[in-house]
């Protein structure tokens, strides 16, 4: 059985470690790799075949350096090889306008970043549902 | 022949001066006595036959100087009439040594030579002594004393009479105006060029004293001059003014210049004076002064004009400044205190055994003030980004902005099991971002300040009034005071502690900015305790507010 893998690309280390934490905690064989930017994320996409191969899940923040989270969205659901790959904007914006022309885009949901520890196993339970494998544990509320 | 003497041959006086004169010529030539007498006889014969019978005689006394001889010669002119004889004639030509006689025209002319003694010298200065003798030989009788003076009289006037004519045509051919006045500012003389120009004669200026001819607003500087100056001027006056053109009906400017005459006792005679045109001269004098004045409000305006660019430029960079600082503020600040709320929450969730009770208060305390900060952040740069620069003016369906609002709000909205009823709302010309951002704050507001004991509603509707969409936000909510109106719409005034309600402050004044921003305007009704109405009115067709 192939190991499930989400790609986090953010250029906040604090946030991925966040999520990264908080979605091992509720499943630990999840393979977690990270991007900094739009730009490395796609390069690791195309260059390394067996990422691609587990990949089940893209969570992407908006506000990043060199190629953003709208571009790096256009970018990955404008490749077919990529396009089918569920893609969920995680972002500190709250911006419904801004929600609403992502989702246009195939954004598969908008989350927003957690500000609390609940907040943040409630997400990576919701990260875990995505997906399409049981959790571990019950998740909170 | 040299000239000597001359006599008019009219009457019997004449006959005895010629009879004189001709003895004189002979003496002074150094003829003798004898030689004298004959040669005055023969000149009194012709002489006399011309006073009988000739109109216009003269008798002309002269000396010839030719390579061998020398002759004092007496010629005798006249008009005779052919049927009187000149019987005295045939006597004189046996008197002289030498006769000649020729007529022109009319006139006849008989010479009589007779000799100089070849050894008496004769040069250019005896013959000018001589010349000098005859002018003046003193009177021979009462008679010739008036006639000489008659003479006299006679050529000097025919002098005065030449010069007087050059003179006038000398002034009148001159470029100026030339006059004299008298010592009640009467005009004496005047050339043509006065007359030419005025259109006026001496008598009329005289008479209307110049008031034709001076400008108006000349005119008064003028009449002072005309009147009081000169009646006892003693120096020279200058005045310019304007004179009128009568060919052209233009006042040009003029440069008058009199001068008082004086006798030789000191005494004010009359005026002389000319008047030249220096209207060219004033204009270009006008015209660079006008330049001189053009160039310092040039030099005026494009120092201010620097001044302004170096503003504008300032403006700029402060304004690239406070937008690099919204920069900062949305991201790089809200970020860490996104972090500072989130690990506060966890220290207390998972080492809540490990701190006590004061520390997880404390940690708390922390975390909201962490949160209150982030929403000020949040709102401080929602403020700034409402400028004219960013606003992008599209057709914007009120209706889907009130229902994204909603949905923005769905979880307050769930916990507060509030109403929100939007009415049928317009589609406008507006900034869809800032018009989300108006629903969100007032909507938020409403929320925020509800009753504890009743469920909230509020009523999103619209109406057309003149030009306008009037957007109503009715609410069931606190109410407040009306005195508070403009306090609430200005940033950072609250009307509640920030335990009580947790809120910005800034929240009614971007509402403000947003409504301005779009030629709008935002009030609202209450009464304390009995909700409040917000209204919104916005043109039908928004212009960017500059």
């Not at chain 2, 008082?260 to 204009?283: C, E, M, R, S």
């Amino acid at each position: 059985m192939n190991t499930v893998t989400i790609l986090i690309v953010d250029d906040d280390p604090d946030d991925v470690l966040i999520i990264a934490d908080a979605i091992k905690e509720l499943h630990p064989s999840i393979q977690i790799v990270s991007a900094v930017n739009g730009e490395i994320a796609m390069e690791m996409l195309t260059n390394h075949s067996d990422l691609k191969a587990g990949l089940s899940l893209i969570i992407l923040d908006l506000n990043m350096p060199r190629m953003n989270g709208t571009q790096t969205l256009m970018a990955l659901k404008e490749n077919q090889k990529f396009e089918k790959i569920p893609v969920v904007i995680y972002s500190t914006s709250v911006n419904s306008l801004e929600k609403e022309k992502c989702l246009t885009l195939g954004a598969h949901s908008y989350i927003t970043k957690p500000l609390s520890y609940k907040e943040s196993i409630s997400i990576a339970g919701y990260f875990i549902q995505l997906c399409n494998i049981p959790s571990l544990i019950n998740l909170p509320g | 022949m040299h000239e000597m003497a001359k006599v008019t041959l009219e009457n019997e006086m004449d006959l005895i001066l010629a009879h004189k004169r001709s003895m004189k010529l002979a003496e002074i030539a150094g003829l003798s006595l004898s030689a004298q007498t004959t040669f005055a006889t023969a000149v009194s014969e012709v002489a006399r036959n011309t006073i009988d019978g000739g109109k216009s005689g003269r008798l002309i006394l002269n000396v010839e100087i030719d390579q061998r001889d020398k002759y004092i010669v007496a010629c005798i002119k006249d008009e005779h009439a052919h049927n009187i004889s000149r019987a005295g004639l045939e006597y004189a030509k046996k008197l002289v040594n030498k006769y000649n006689i020729s007529t022109k025209g009319t006139e006849t002319s008989i010479e009589l030579f007779y000799y100089i003694s070849p050894t008496f010298k004769i040069d250019i200065q005896k013959l000018d002594e001589w010349r000098l003798f005859f002018r003046n030989e003193p009177p021979i009788s009462p008679y010739e004393e008036l006639k000489r003076k008659n003479e006299q009289l006679q050529k000097l006037s025919e002098k005065v009479q030449k010069s007087e004519t050059q003179f006038k045509t000398l002034t009148n051919s001159l470029p100026l105006i030339i006059f004299s006045l008298d010592l009640e500012g009467q005009l004496l003389y005047s050339n043509e060029w006065l007359i030419k120009y005025s259109g006026e004669t001496i008598e009329s200026l005289n008479k209307n004293r110049w008031k034709t001819f001076v400008h108006e607003d000349d005119y008064n500087t003028f009449l002072v001059l005309l009147e009081n100056k000169i009646g006892n001027g003693k120096i020279a006056i200058r005045l310019q003014a304007r004179l009128l053109d009568k060919a052209n009906g233009e006042y040009l400017w003029h440069q008058l210049s009199i001068t008082p005459y004086k006798d030789d006792n000191g005494l004010l005679q009359y005026w002389t004076g000319f008047i030249v045109d220096i209207h060219a001269q004033k204009i270009v004098e006008e015209t660079l002064k006008d330049n001189r004045e053009l160039k310092q409000i040039q030099t005026q305006l494009k120092e201010s004009q620097q001044s302004q660019e170096r503003y504008i430029e300032e403006l700029n960079r402060s304004n690239q400044e406070l937008q690099q600082f919204a920069f900062i503020a949305s991201h790089d600040l809200q970020e860490p205190l996104r972090k500072l709320v989130y690990y506060s929450d966890y220290l207390i969730n998972q080492y809540s055994s490990s701190i006590n009770e004061n520390g997880i208060e404390c940690l708390t305390k922390m975390q909201n003030s962490a949160n209150r900060m982030r929403m000020l952040i949040k709102d401080i740069l929602i403020f700034s980004q409402i400028d004219k620069e960013r606003i992008n003016l599209n057709d914007v369906d009120l209706n889907m902005i009130a229902h994204h609002a909603r949905q923005d709000f769905e979880l307050v909205i769930d916990e507060k099991k509030a109403i929100l009823i939007i009415g049928d709302l317009p589609v406008i010309k507006a900034d869809e971002r800032m018009m989300m951002q108006l629903f969100e704050n007032i909507i938020s507001n409403s929320l925020k300040y509800s009753k504890k004991n009743l469920y909230p509603e509020i009523h999103i509707n619209s109406r057309v009034k003149d030009d306008c969409i009037v957007l109503s936000f009715k609410d069931n909510g606190l109410g407040f005071d009306e005195k508070y109106l403009t306090q609430m719409f200005t940033h950072f005034q609250r009307l509640h502690n920030y335990i009580e309600f947790e809120g910005t402050g800034l929240g009614l004044a971007i509402c403000r900015k947003i409504a301005e921003m779009h030629n709008g305007k935002i009030w609202a009704e209450s009464k304390e305790g009995e909700g409040a109405t917000f209204y919104v009115s916005l043109p039908t067709y928004s212009n960017v507010h500059n």
